[in-house]
C-alpha cells in the first residue's frame, strides 16, 4: 500500500531542507577556490554538514515521488472542522438518497420488515425548493405508502400528490419562502447531512468514492432504544460532503440503515422538471388564491400544539427564531390558555423553559422578554434566549422550547437560529411584526425590533451575571 506522508512528515521534511541552507551556500561558495586544487580530505565540520543535506535529501526523495504521483493541486486541504460554516456559503444543494423505513409485517419472524424509499431534496438561494416527501399507513389490508412532491419559487408554491393524482398551486410570500430556503439550506437538510458538533465525529480513514479518495468520518449516539452511528465521506479538496448515511443499532447490537444520501451535489442548476408550473399527465389541477382557507396561515410559523383537559384548553406556537450575531437566539412564541367553562377559575399563562437540542454540548440557556404584539386577540411574545456561561455562539448551537401547562399537554419546539446579514434581516423582522387591522391594514410596531437594537440589548444582558433580571 502507498504510504501517504501526514502533515507532519510534510513539514518536517521542508524543516530539514531549511536548516542553515542559505548560510551554508553562502559558506560554501566564499570558500571556492579561483584555481582547481589538490582534493584533501573533508573536516569533520564540513561531514556533519553534508550528512544533513544527504539526510534531508533522503527525508524528500519519497515526498517528491508522492507529489509526481498524485499531482500538485492548488486548492487547500480541508477537514470536517468549518463544515458547517463553508455549508452556509453554498448557492444550492442536490440530494438524492435512500429513506428505509420499518413497517408492520405479518410474515417476518419479529413482525415487522424495513422498505427503501426514494428521497430527493434541492434548494436553491434565494428561494427555490423542491422535495419529495411520503407518508405511511397500515391497517389490516396491509402498508400503504403516499409520495408526493412540492416545490416553492419565490412566487408559487406547487404541490403534486401521487397517490390522489392531485396537482395544487397557489401564490406564496417571496420572503417567507426565502426564509424557508434558508431554513432547509442551514437547519433541516444540512443537519441530516452532518448532525452536530464536528468534535463528535471522528476520522476513522479514507475511502475512494466515484474513484476520488474521501475522508470518512463517523459519530456514534447513545438512546434510550439503543445508538445511531451516522457517516460522513468528505471531500477534501471542497471541505463539503459528497455522500452520507445513518444507521440504527438497537440493544442487541444489530445494525439497520436509516438513511442514504448516495449523491450530494453542491452548486449544480435544478433539474427542468423540478419547477414547472406543468401538472404531471392524468394528474387533476387545483388552483389556490392567497384568500383561500389552505393559504390562511402565518408564512412565519414554525409550529403549533394544544392539548385540553376538564378546566383548561392551551395552545402553543412557535415562528422562526434568528442569530442575534454570535451573542443570543431571537425568539417569538405564543402560549394562550381559555378555561372550558365559566365557572371554571381563568387560566394563567406559562413561559416555556429553554434546552439544548441536537448539538451534542449541553448548555443552559436564559429567556429574555423583549416586546409582547398581540395578533388576532393572541400575545406573542419576543424574547432573547441567552448562553449563562455568556460564552459566544457557535455555528451548532441550537435549542427548543418546552411548555408545561398544568393540563399536562407538553409540548416542545426547535428554535434553530437562522443567520442573515443585517439588511436582510431587517427586512425579515419588519414584516415578521407587522400586525393588520379588520381592513387588512398593515400596522407596525412603535419600537420596531432592529439588528443593531437586537445586538445592544443582548451585549447589556451579556454584561451582567447570568440569571439577573433584565430590564
Known amino acids: 500500500m502507498t504510504h501517504i506522508p501526514s502533515e507532519d512528515e510534510i513539514r518536517q521534511a521542508y524543516a530539514a531542507l531549511d536548516v542553515d541552507h542559505d548560510r551554508l551556500r553562502d559558506e560554501l561558495l566564499s570558500k571556492l577556490p579561483d584555481r582547481l586544487v589538490t582534493p584533501r580530505a573533508p573536516s569533520p565540520l564540513h561531514r556533519r554538514r553534508w550528512l544533513a543535506i544527504a539526510v534531508s535529501a533522503c527525508v ?22 468549518g ?74 408554491s406547487m404541490v403534486a400528490r401521487d397517490s ?13 419562502t426565502e426564509v424557508g430556503v434558508e431554513w432547509l439550506l442551514q437547519n433541516v437538510w444540512t443537519r441530516q447531512l452532518v448532525n452536530g458538533p464536528t468534535t463528535a465525529y471522528t476520522l476513522v480513514g479514507r475511502e475512494r468514492v466515484d474513484g476520488r479518495e474521501m475522508l470518512k468520518y463517523e459519530r456514534l449516539d447513545e438512546h434510550s432504544h439503543g445508538r445511531t452511528r451516522q457517516v460522513v465521506w468528505l471531500n477534501p479538496t471542497t471541505g463539503l460532503p459528497i455522500r452520507g448515511a445513518a444507521f440504527d443499532i438497537d440493544k442487541t447490537g444489530k445494525e439497520r440503515p436509516a438513511s442514504l444520501y448516495e449523491q450530494i451535489e453542491i452548486d449544480v442548476p435544478p433539474a427542468p422538471h423540478m419547477f414547472s408550473q406543468e401538472p404531471p399527465e392524468g394528474y ?32 402553543t406556537a412557535i415562528r422562526h427564531s434568528f442569530a442575534v450575531g454570535n451573542l443570543a437566539i431571537l425568539v417569538c412564541w405564543q402560549h394562550h390558555a381559555e378555561r372550558i367553562k365559566p365557572e371554571d377559575e381563568e387560566p394563567g399563562s406559562i413561559v416555556p423553559t429553554v434546552e439544548s437540542v441536537g448539538t451534542g454540548t449541553e448548555r443552559k440557556w436564559e429567556l429574555h422578554p423583549l416586546i409582547e404584539q398581540t395578533v388576532q386577540g393572541k400575545v406573542w411574545h419576543w424574547s432573547l434566549v441567552i448562553p449563562r456561561d455568556r460564552r459566544p455562539l457557535d455555528a451548532t448551537d441550537s435549542v427548543q422550547l418546552i411548555f408545561s401547562p398544568p393540563n399536562g399537554s407538553k409540548s416542545s419546539f426547535h428554535a434553530f437560529p437562522l443567520r442573515f446579514p443585517d439588511d436582510k434581516l431587517a427586512k425579515i423582522l419588519a414584516r415578521m411584526q407587522e400586525s393588520y387591522s379588520l381592513n387588512a391594514e398593515r400596522i407596525s410596531p412603535a419600537e420596531p425590533l432592529t439588528p443593531a437594537r437586537l445586538r445592544e440589548k443582548a451585549a447589556q444582558i451579556l454584561s451582567q451575571p447570568a440569571d439577573k433580571p433584565s430590564t
Open 60 to 81: 524528500v526523495a519519497p515526498l517528491i515521488a508522492w507529489f509526481a504521483h498524485v499531482g500538485f493541486s492548488p486548492h487547500p486541504a480541508y477537514a470536517l472542522e
Open 83 to 156: 463544515v458547517h460554516e463553508r455549508l452556509l456559503k453554498i448557492h444550492s444543494l442536490h440530494v438524492k438518497g435512500w429513506s428505509y423505513q420499518v413497517v408492520p409485517d405479518k410474515e417476518s419472524d419479529d413482525g415487522e420488515k424495513t422498505i427503501k424509499l426514494p428521497l430527493e431534496w434541492y434548494a436553491e438561494r434565494p428561494s427555490r425548493s423542491w422535495h419529495t416527501f411520503f407518508g405511511i399507513s397500515s391497517d389490516a389490508a396491509g402498508v400503504r405508502v403516499q409520495t408526493s412532491h412540492v416545490a416553492a419559487d419565490g412566487a408559487r
Open 164 to 176: 390522489e393524482k392531485l396537482f395544487m398551486i397557489g401564490e406564496t410570500d417571496p420572503l417567507a
Open 284 to 315: 387533476e389541477v387545483v388552483t389556490a388564491g392567497k384568500g383561500d382557507a389552505a393559504h390562511d396561515y402565518d408564512p412565519f410559523g414554525m409550529g403549533s400544539g394544544s392539548g385540553s383537559n376538564k378546566h383548561r384548553r392551551d395552545s
